[in-house]
């Protein structure tokens, strides 16, 4: 529903929130993964939510596609691995 903007934003704050926890761990190890994929197909280099807001609007619409892509295949790779180790 939020777009790439707000659903970086959002696991931002909640990888901040209860540092040492286990979703919080969560939260920033997903953050860091899109990010890093997206730097490798979109950006080149740098933070994420700055890439974000100061690229055109072209770069962003590339950026969210390629990151729905990447989190799908994410999420089944992840069942397979999660189904398997109980």
């Known amino acids: 529903m939020n777009g790439l903007g707000q659903a970086m934003a ?6 901040n929130k209860d540092e040492g926890k286990s979703d919080a761990q969560a939260h920033e190890l997903l953050h860091d993964i899109v ?3 997206l730097n490798k197909t979109v950006y080149g280099s740098g933070d994420l939510m700055e890439n974000i807001t100061e690229n055109d609007q072209e770069k ?6 390629e990151a729905l ?6 999420k089944k ?10």
């Open 10 to 15: 959002m696991e931002l704050y909640q990888s």
């Open 60 to 65: 962003y619409i590339k950026a969210q596609r």
């Open 77 to 86: 790779f992840s069942k397979a691995y999660i189904e398997k180790g109980g």
């Open 35 to 37: 990010e890093e994929w």
């Open 69 to 74: 892509a990447y989190l799908v295949w994410l």
